[in-house]
């Protein structure tokens, strides 16, 4: 199993995860991130006074699938979420040793 992780443009999670539930992934975790890469912040001025903002609003999408699938979860995120600027974010992926499902002690790709 792989865990996917997708740091994203704020405004492109509605058409990510679309793309994702269309491509048949049955579960992801969203949250609320705040981060930079290469783009570093910018320079914002309020009431007349300039400050730098470093860390950026992104958002943080997770999925964990059987890795035969993996490779079409991973394309969807990059190709849905690419805008050709900076700051469109990442993809990673990660090895999962194990899933249990809490409610009836399912294990493995059944647990997902």
Do not use: C
């Amino acid at each position: 199993m792989k865990k996917i992780e997708g740091i994203i443009q704020p405004w492109k999670l509605d058409e990510v995860k679309a793309a994702l539930i269309a491509a048949g992934v049955d579960g992801m975790t969203v949250s609320e991130v705040r981060g930079h890469g290469r783009q570093m912040g910018h320079t914002e001025t309020y009431r007349g006074n300039e400050y730098q903002v470093d860390t950026l609003p992104k958002i943080r999408i997770e999925v964990v699938v059987p890795d035969h699938a993996a490779e079409e979860v991973v394309h969807t995120i990059a190709s849905t979420a690419r805008t050709g600027k900076i700051g469109d974010g990442k993809v990673f992926v990660l090895d999962v040793a194990q899933a249990i499902r809490i409610r009836n002690g399912e294990i493995g790709e059944a647990a997902l």
